[in-house]
C-alpha cells in the first residue's frame, strides 16, 4: 500500500477532522452554545469510529462516518445560513444555546483585535447602572469567524466522504478477492 493511497488519505482527513472539531468544542464551551456543543460531541466520537474503522479495515465503521457526514456538512450549511442571516435564520436567536443562556459565540466578544469599552446606555446615563458593554475594533467579525469555522468543516467533510465512500469499496472489493480465492 502507498503512502497516498486513498485509505491514509482518509486517515489524515478524519484526523485534521479530529482536531478542528476539538478545537471548536473548545470555543462553543466557552461560549455556551449548547446545541454545537451536544453535536460536535457526537461528531467527535463518529471520527474516531471513521479513523478505527480505516485502520482496522473494518467498512461498517466507514459507512457510519461516511452516513454521518452527509449530516455534517448539513448541520455546517445551516450555521453557515445562521451566522449569515440566510434563509429567514438570525443569527441572535437563541437556535444555538437551546434557549437555556443568554450566551452566544465566544467570538462574539473575544475576537481577534476587539477591543471591550464601556459604552453607557442612553437610557441609563445618570443612573447608577451597569455599561453596556460593546467591542469595537474587531478585525473579523465574529459571524464570518463562525462562517469560516463551519467551511473548514464543509472542505474536510466532503472530502472526507469522498476518500470514505472510495475505501469503502476498496475494502469490499478486497473483500469479495479474498472470498472467491
Known amino acids: 500500500m502507498g503512502c497516498c493511497s486513498g485509505r491514509c488519505v482518509l486517515i489524515f482527513l478524519c484526523t485534521v477532522q479530529l482536531i478542528t472539531a476539538l478545537e471548536r468544542q473548545a470555543f462553543d464551551f466557552l461560549g455556551y452554545q449548547w446545541a454545537p456543543i451536544l453535536i460536535n460531541f457526537l461528531h467527535i466520537i463518529v471520527v474516531i469510529l471513521g479513523l478505527f474503522g480505516t485502520i482496522q479495515y473494518h467498512p461498517r465503521y466507514v459507512i457510519l462516518y461516511v452516513v454521518w ?6 448541520w455546517n450549511i445551516f450555521i453557515c445560513c445562521l451566522y449569515l442571516d440566510l434563509g429567514g435564520l438570525s443569527k441572535e436567536s437563541d437556535y444555538m444555546s437551546l434557549g437555556l443562556s443568554s450566551h452566544g459565540s465566544w467570538w462574539k466578544d473575544n475576537g481577534p483585535g476587539c477591543e471591550n469599552k464601556d459604552l453607557p446606555a442612553a437610557k441609563w446615563q445618570g443612573e447608577d447602572s451597569p455599561a453596556l458593554i460593546s467591542t469595537l475594533g474587531c478585525v473579523l ?3 464570518y ?4 469555522h463551519s467551511a473548514l468543516q464543509l472542505v474536510i467533510s466532503l472530502l472526507g466522504f469522498v476518500f470514505g465512500c472510495y475505501v469503502v469499496s476498496v475494502f469490499n472489493e478486497e473483500e469479495d478477492t479474498y472470498l472467491y480465492k
Not at 457526514?69 to 448539513?74: E, Q, Y
Not at 469567524?145 to 469560516?148: G, H, K, T, W
Request: glycine share 0%; no cysteine; aromatic share 24%.
Open 69 to 74: 457526514t452527509v449530516f455534517w456538512v448539513t
Open 141 to 143: 467579525e465574529y459571524q
Open 145 to 148: 469567524i463562525e462562517v469560516l
